[in-house]
């Protein structure tokens, strides 16, 4: 008759540290899987801003009298040039 029962004692163990490794490895999934999540979120609400600043650079440009008169590569500066100081007031605004 042993006195000692080590088999028993160590296959409880193995199988409390491999719960607790999947439990690890669930949570750094999740937390992945989050992170990846706002991130595409972030790009999204970037894209719509760009948008949005660019609808608005559009449209003050369009208000120039001499808008018609331009060609179209003077134009495509002029709407470049107003949505990059739009954007320059955004970034260097502090809240």
Do not use: G, H
């Not at 088999?7 to 540290?17: L, N, Q, V």
């Not at 439990?23 to 801003?49: P, R, T």
């Not at 320059?88 to 605004?93: H, R």
Request: hydrophobic share 35%; glycine share 0%; aromatic share 10%.
């Amino acid at each position: 008759m042993s006195r000692f029962s080590f088999d028993s004692d160590y296959d409880e163990d193995d199988e409390r540290d491999e719960e607790r490794e999947e439990n690890i490895a669930d949570e750094l999934f999740l937390k992945d899987q989050i992170i990846s999540v706002q991130q595409e979120n972030n790009d999204i609400l970037k894209m719509e801003v760009e948008q949005k600043l660019l609808e608005v650079s559009i449209a003050v440009c369009q208000k120039s009298w001499f808008w018609s008169l331009r060609s179209t590569s003077s134009k495509m500066r002029a709407i470049k040039r107003v949505f990059r100081q739009f954007k320059n007031m955004l970034l260097n605004e502090k809240i």
